[in-house]
């Protein structure tokens, strides 16, 4: 079964510091790749996602992401974090069902805490 | 475009209610999927409809978890007796087939 591990359970940083956080699937085959962001409080919301093409994604708020077929990883990053950004980051996978339709297979998350 | 719509936001509970949660997809999204989020097990996707058939129900824990989706507009999550384990956020979330989902709120359950 597709699994998607995410390394970093909880990452602690000052405002303006570097971020990266990891990502990696299982899954051999094409995938779809995705990163939701989840505010306290709030729902899942889309920060990017790779579905092909150049494997260097970015998306909303200055993330981005890269995918690197040869280590099943697909590491979120963002040079320079603000305290706005303390949330919880999940990795995800889109897997297709052999009769059609797919599901979003996702990692534990990670909490960040972004500290002025 | 209002979104997922999904209610209640919060519901508690007493062991053995039944429990039914409402959730409205995007208009013209052709897939559904509940999910449940918990401290320890994280997001996990309990059932996911494709122009309102069930396809997958395979993480829907037990018989006491239903969930039907009559038409494109309306699915409910059903917990009949409810338990103090089943205490979790509670997601729904639309999508067109080669896109990304787009999530609801969430329904907070508390049974106590």
């Known amino acids: ?116 | 475009d209002a979104g997922v719509i999904q209610s209640p936001r919060h519901e508690v509970t007493e062991m053995g209610q039944e429990v039914t949660l409402r959730c409205k997809p995007i208009s013209g999204h052709n897939s559904l999927f509940w999910y449940r989020q918990t401290m320890m097990r994280g997001l996990e996707l309990l059932i996911y409809f494709n122009n309102n058939v069930p396809i997958d129900d395979s993480g829907m824990p037990e018989d006491r978890f239903s969930a039907k989706m009559p038409n494109a507009s309306f699915s409910t999550l059903k917990i009949q007796p409810s338990e103090p384990r089943d205490s979790a956020v509670y997601f729904c979330a639309s999508s067109l087939t080669e896109y990304g989902y787009t999530f609801g709120s969430g329904t907070r359950l508390t049974v106590v």
């Not at chain 1, 579905?51 to 890269?66: M, N, Q, R, T, Y």
């Not at chain 1, 897997?95 to 996702?106: A, D, Q, S, W």
């Open chain 1, 1 to 116: 079964a597709q699994s998607v591990s995410q390394h970093n359970h909880h990452v602690i940083l000052s405002e303006a510091a570097s971020l990266e956080l990891g990502c990696n699937y299982s899954y051999g085959g094409t995938v779809n790749l995705f990163w939701y962001v989840q505010y306290p409080g709030q729902h899942l919301q889309l920060l990017l996602k790779y579905f092909s093409g150049d494997p260097l994604v970015k998306g909303i708020k200055g993330f981005e992401a890269e995918f690197i077929k040869s280590k099943f990883s697909f590491n979120l990053r963002k040079p320079s974090v603000q305290w706005s950004d303390t949330a919880e980051y999940f990795c995800a996978v889109k897997t297709y069902y052999t009769g059609g339709g797919n599901k979003l297979t996702f990692g534990t998350g990670t909490q960040l805490k972004v500290e002025l």
